[in-house]
DNA sequence: TTTGGTAGTTCGTAATAACAGAACTTAAGA
DNA sequence: TCTTAAGTTCTGTTATTACGAACTACCAAA
């Protein structure tokens, strides 16, 4: 393999050494979720750094590193460098191949989750 | 509340009070997501011990009571005292309620996964 | 072609969580 | 009452995670 520098290349693993423990592990984390629903939402490729106030506070720029680290090694995300920035997006078409409606259907319950959260964080404003 | 001796008592949160994020967490474990897998299909409880040799080695008792702990706590199951048992169910009705479909494709897409590598190690065992 | 800045990675380490053996609680039966 | 069985809790060890600091890579202006 040709390395260019001391740095890792981008690996990806095949869509078949994916597994459903290994999804669900990347989506047992907060910011990994929120960053997987708002890529899958978003209709072009983003970069990493979009997601550094993601939480509301700013992130340490080497935690979200990991973060994007581990969503492309769980085989959730396809990353591409482009310069200094990464371009990310997610594999979707596969995972709906290879898992069906399950991620579909958690990003679909994370979302419905928060929309709840916030409308009952609004009734505890008006008290 | 009423403590008999020196056990905490069983505790289960409100289904209102389950997270995505704390059921994909507790379904990230192996052990935990086969648990539960075997629970959902199970016709009546099932008691901790039953599951000693999941994994085919055998499990530590301390382990699997954490396991069942975590199962519980996180809100996928309901655990009841009988006697020195621990007996199990899960609590399907009320997480199909809130979470939709999204348990559901888990447990199916685990279970598929798990049918296609009993087919690929057979392939492997032939070769 | 140097200099400065930006985007992201890697390393080191401190805090945190998971695992499993040992000791314990509880209950049931001989 | 003694023993055994089923779980739980405690505790030390091991493995993970998070974040600051140092680093790489690339670009653009001087």
Do not use: W
């Amino acid at each position: 393999m040709l390395y260019i520098g001391n740095m890792k290349p981008l690996s990806h693993p095949k869509m078949e050494d994916v597994t459903v423990e290994g999804i669900l592990y990347a989506f047992s984390n907060p910011i990994r979720i929120r960053i997987y629903a708002e890529l899958a939402s978003a209709e072009c490729t983003q970069i990493c750094s979009a997601y550094r106030d993601i939480t509301g506070a700013k992130l340490p720029k080497s935690t979200l590193s990991q973060h994007f680290a581990i969503l492309r090694e769980t085989g959730l995300i396809l990353s591409e460098r482009k310069g200094t920035e990464l371009h990310n997006k997610t594999r979707c078409a596969e995972l709906k191949k290879r898992f069906g409606p399950m991620i579909e259907s958690i990003i679909g319950a994370y979302i419905e989750q928060n929309a709840r959260n916030k409308k009952s964080a609004k009734k505890k404003k008006r008290i």
